[in-house]
């Protein structure tokens, strides 16, 4: 009968460092994979949060510029029309100018203007009115004409009151009008900064 090659200890001793051995590669490959592999994958998972994070700052962006782009349009038909109401009204009120301009329109159409009386400006949102007060009289063609024709002059105005008495036994109708102008037109947000100093 043949004798082990090696004895009882030996083959203990074997098995404990097969074990620490295996135990020792274990240890590694956790040390590996908390060293290595984790900050990798948070890594990845930041750096795909960042993605999303993009997109979303992507479509916002194409709904910012288009919300921009609309704005701009708004703003400047605003401007547009702004400008042109500037043109329509001037600085001053400019009474007489707007009289001489009834009349030669009155004279045109024949209608008689016995009577321009202006009254008190009134100080509006952003502009000053001021009612004109007009006697006159003419056909009841002559008095359409003449209307129609104030309504399509440049300066901004409007027709408030009007009021025409018939006469049965003439064509031409007395008649009372009142009118309002406009001028004095100001830009409140360009007036800010200077109410700001006033106020200091």
């Keep these: 009968m043949s004798s082990p090659v090696f004895d009882q200890e030996t083959l203990r001793f074997g098995r404990l460092l097969h074990y620490a051995g295996l135990a020792i590669v274990l240890l590694c490959g956790a040390a590996t994979y908390s060293w290595l ?16 994070e993009l997109a979303v ?3 916002n962006a194409v709904a910012i510029r288009s919300k921009h782009a609309s704005l701009s349009d708004q ?14 009204v001037p600085v001053n009120a400019e009474a007489g100018s707007f009289l001489k301009h009834v009349s030669e329109i009155a004279r045109e ?3 008689v203007i016995s009577n321009f009386q202006p009254a008190q400006s009134v100080s509006g949102d952003g502009f000053t009115a001021m009612e004109v007060m007009l006697d006159g009289k003419g056909t009841f ?7 129609e024709r104030l309504s399509k002059i440049q300066r901004l ?9 018939a006469e049965s036994q003439t064509d031409n109708y007395p008649m009372k009008a009142t009118i309002v102008i406009y001028f004095g ?3 409140e947000d360009a007036d800010l900064p200077a109410k700001e100093v006033r106020r200091g």
């Design 75 to 88: 703003l400047n038909d605003i401007q547009a029309r702004y400008a042109a109401l500037e043109e329509r």
């Design 37 to 52: 592999y984790t900050p990798i994958e948070t890594y990845i998972g930041d750096t795909q949060m960042n993605i999303e």
């Design 157 to 165: 105005s409007k027709v408030k009151d009007v009021s025409v008495v």
């Design 141 to 147: 063609k002559s008095i359409c004409s003449f209307f």
């Design 109 to 111: 159409e024949n209608l």
């Design 185 to 187: 037109l100001q830009d």
């Design 57 to 59: 700052a992507q479509q």
